[in-house]
């Protein structure tokens, strides 16, 4: 089986690479190596630089190759600057989206996997989320893929493609290879900006907002392992060939823990004490996010194997301190 994987040199697409080649598929990696590194391709992928929305590029890596399914990932993902850059994102993620679509239709290639996000949510009126809960997004990253998304349903009943959306929370850890892991330039994630203080490439880790409606008064998240995300899009793709009907599948672990606990996990993994700064709020951060993923496990069989918070940061500690 070959898989075309959009992104593939990305962080959370390199990682479901490494389990595609090691499951014995064929992978196609195609990556504008913008956000993308290297370093994180998987050797033995095939590998075609360019940009998706380049048509005559994308159309190209169609034409030379059998393509039995596409894993998607290539995207603009930062909350912050979509809300600098709107068109950035509207262009890359949607017009991006259109041009790979289209590229599958002249193709006959009927089945995506699509990483989508739960801040498609916005700021939610439940925890823990479902998939059925109401999509208000509050920035243009989460109305970028919640449109992208859109596309898809549209391009299934007009097209016959089936997909299947799985919305993320937060992703993180590393490969227990040590070789790959969460790189991002520049890093604006917790748990890298946290582990940099211990690696001394950072002063200290600032805590934004202490004074929300929670049991520490800093926000809550639900912190999920790269490499059960990995598992779920492999599952998700198996699931599409067998001529299962679209779905949007949440993946979180469905347990929430505030910055400062994880501060605290980190402390426990690096065994060092790490400088903490109280800060304000930063803008459009929601409270809480926590996902409901019964859908996952009813729907693709999927169970995360990492539910030890202690053991996901180890294996990024493990991956940072391998290549300092
Ligand atoms: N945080 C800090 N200090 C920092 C960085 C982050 O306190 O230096 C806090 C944030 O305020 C937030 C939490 O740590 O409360 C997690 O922040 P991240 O930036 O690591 O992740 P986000 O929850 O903001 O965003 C992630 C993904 C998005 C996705 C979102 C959906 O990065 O792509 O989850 O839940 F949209």
């Not at 097209?159 to 330039?185: D, Q, T, W």
Request: charged residues 20%; contains cysteine.
């Amino acid at each position: 089986m070959s898989i075309l994987v959009l992104g593939g040199a990305g962080y959370i697409g390199s990682h479901t690479v490494y389990e595609l080649i090691d499951q014995g598929h064929d992978v196609v990696i195609v990556d504008n190596l913008q956000t993308g590194f290297k370093e994180l391709i998987h050797p033995k992928a095939k590998f075609y630089q360019g940009d998706l929305r380049d048509k005559e590029f994308l159309n190209e890596v169609f034409d030379r190759e059998a393509i039995d399914g596409v894993i998607h990932f290539a995207a603009n993902s930062l909350v912050g600057i979509s809300m600098k850059e709107p068109l950035e994102y509207y262009d890359n993620n949607v017009y991006g989206m259109m041009v790979l679509l289209e590229a599958m239709k002249k193709h006959g290639v009927k089945h995506i996997v699509f990483s989508s996000t739960a801040a498609t949510y916005g700021e939610p009126k439940q925890i823990p989320i479902l998939e059925d809960s109401e999509t208000s997004p509050t920035n243009p990253y989460g109305e970028t893929k919640l449109a992208m998304e859109k596309m898809m349903k549209w391009c299934e009943k007009a097209y016959g493609m089936s997909f299947v959306a799985l919305r993320y929370f937060n992703a993180c850890g590393a490969h227990p290879n040590g070789k790959i892991g969460e790189l991002h330039n520049p890093e604006t994630h917790l748990i890298p900006l946290i582990l940099q203080v211990p690696l001394k490439k950072r002063e200290a880790i600032s805590v934004f907002g202490t004074d929300y409606p929670t049991k520490d008064g800093t926000c809550i998240r639900d912190y999920i392992h790269v490499c059960d995300l990995a598992d779920a899009h492999i599952k998700a793709i198996h699931y599409l060939l067998d001529g299962n009907p679209s779905q949007i599948i949440n993946l979180g672990n469905g347990e929430g823990y505030s910055v400062l606990e994880i501060i605290k996990a980190a402390e426990q993994v690096t065994q060092q004490s790490i400088k903490t700064v109280l800060c304000e709020r930063r803008a459009g951060d929601p409270a809480k996010l926590v996902a409901c993923n019964t859908k996952a496990q009813e729907i693709l069989g999927w169970n995360p194997k990492y539910t030890s918070i202690n053991e996901i940061i180890n294996t990024a500690w493990n991956f940072y301190t391998n290549r300092k």
